[in-house]
């Protein structure tokens, strides 16, 4: 198992795909692009956070504020678990709530979002090829992804603030 491997139980080092990097790494060279200021004066959000290897991601970057989003408060004590294993939980705000209804508490300024969707999660196939088998009504998916969205941007971005839209799903 990966928690046996030496120094992860120390907190130096996370797992995450290659892939799911690029979102934050995105939102990252956006904003420093934007300022020269860079980016520890930053209150970054993301939505629909767990397990956290986003914005574990967002923390090592050295954005100032984090704030980390979970609907689900089983998904939300990994993410929580995770963050105090790589002993971060004191640089990063966590709350579990709805995406799609969250809204800072202060007046302070939300310079970015990074929003990882829900989603069919088929573009994983190659790697989990039982979510290829899966039942293909997806429900609500896209109902939930333009809600996510929306919100974001009417009511958290402000103007010259960026919002990064991922998703792993090849269909919704």
């Known amino acids: 198992a990966v928690n046996e491997w030496p120094l992860y139980d120390r907190g130096l ?15 990252y060279n956006t904003l420093s692009i934007a ?3 860079g980016v520890s004066d930053m209150h970054v959000v993301d939505l629909c956070a767990s397990p956290g290897g986003k914005t574990a991601q967002l923390v090592s970057l050295g954005f100032g504020n984090v704030t980390a989003v ?10 929580t678990e995770n963050l105090k294993r790589l002993n971060m939980e004191d640089r990063c705000t966590v709350c579990i709530e709805d995406g799609s209804k969250w809204l800072p508490d202060d007046d302070s300024q939300i310079h970015g979002v990074l929003i990882d969707v829900p989603c069919s999660a088929t573009g ?7 979510v290829l088998r899966r039942d293909k009504d997806l429900g609500n998916l896209l109902e939930v992804q333009e809600k996510l969205a929306q919100h974001c941007a009417d009511n958290i971005l402000t103007s010259g603030s960026i919002m990064v839209y991922a998703t792993c799903s090849i269909l919704k």
Request: glycine share 2%; charged share 25%.
């Open 13 to 27: 080092w996370w797992v995450q795909d290659a892939s799911a990097t690029l979102p934050a790494i995105a939102l």
């Open 35 to 37: 300022t020269n200021n």
């Open 70 to 79: 979970e609907i689900s408060p089983r998904r939300c004590r990994r993410l």
């Open 124 to 130: 994983t196939g190659s790697k989990r090829p039982d």
